[in-house]
């Protein structure tokens, strides 16, 4: 299995990926920015080959609007909220399908 994070508590993962450096890979990634999204799947993909699809995507990135008071939140902070946690994932997902979509044809050929 290989675990694919875009986290940043770089400390940790760097032990990580000391401890596995086959099974681990660490790309930096700002949900907030959609402009590389399709760069960081191109290098996943580069990294996984080609031939390979993703067997599965975690879009676990997330924020709470501050202030937590609803007197006090603004709509631009609504809108960075849904920016993130809607869109983003999204996005993100759609820039993954083919890799996802060509390990699903690899599975169904292996399994029947």
């Given at each position: 299995m290989e675990v694919w994070t875009g986290e940043d508590n770089q400390v940790d993962?760097?032990?990580l990926k000391q401890k596995h450096?086959?099974?681990?890979?660490?790309?930096?990634?700002?949900?907030?920015n959609f402009e590389k999204y399709k760069a960081v799947a191109?290098?996943?993909?580069?990294i996984i080959g080609k031939e390979n699809?993703?067997?599965l995507l975690i879009n676990n990135a997330g924020i709470f609007p501050e202030p937590e008071e609803l007197i006090d939140i603004t709509?631009?902070?609504?809108?960075?909220?849904?920016?993130?946690?809607?869109?983003?994932?999204?996005?993100?997902?759609?820039?993954?399908l083919p890799l996802l979509k060509k390990a699903s044809k690899t599975w169904k050929q292996n399994s029947s």
């Open positions: 993962l760097i032990e450096p086959k099974q681990l890979h660490i790309i930096e990634l700002d949900v907030a191109e290098t996943v993909e580069d699809g993703l067997n709509v631009e902070c609504m809108v960075d909220a849904y920016k993130i946690n809607c869109v983003a994932p999204i996005f993100l997902s759609k820039h993954f």
